[in-house]
């Protein structure tokens, strides 16, 4: 995507004007990178993803899903009341149900690659 926009912007302008996007551009790929990338942590208490958290004694079943049962919890068979942590590139992931009668949420949906390492660390606590 940014080598398309320094292509357009040699192509309309100089080239210091490409050699100065492209080098914005290359910058900027670590930061993009980095603000896409969850924060999955797990302490004695909760569950924290990113801003999102909840307390570990809610927590219910946890499920880890393949990438086929993830793509159909994401489309046909969501709930538009659980929670989702998805990134789109990741397929895997896990499906924690939420035991909290004050909390209309239904389910935690978190895309993961270790999807098993985090379903062993939620059961074990």
Do not use: C
Not at 15 to 28: C, D, Q, R, Y
Not at 73 to 84: E, S, V
Request: proline fraction near 3%; hydrophobic fraction near 50%.
């Amino acid at each position: 995507m940014f080598l398309s926009l320094v292509i357009a912007i040699w192509a309309a302008l100089d080239t210091t004007a490409t050699i100065v996007t492209f080098a914005i551009a290359t910058l900027a790929i670590p930061f993009i990178a980095q603000s896409l990338t969850s924060r999955i942590r797990v302490d004695q208490n909760e569950l924290r993803i990113d801003k999102s958290h909840i307390e570990l004694k809610y927590l219910g079943k946890v499920t880890v899903l393949d990438s086929d049962a993830m793509r159909l919890l994401r489309t046909r068979d969501a709930d538009p009341a659980a929670f989702l942590a998805i990134k789109f590139w990741t397929s895997k992931g896990i499906k924690i149900e939420v035991n909290d009668p004050r909390d209309s949420t239904p389910y935690w949906l978190i895309t993961s690659k270790r999807g098993e390492k985090l379903a062993a660390l939620l059961t074990k606590q």
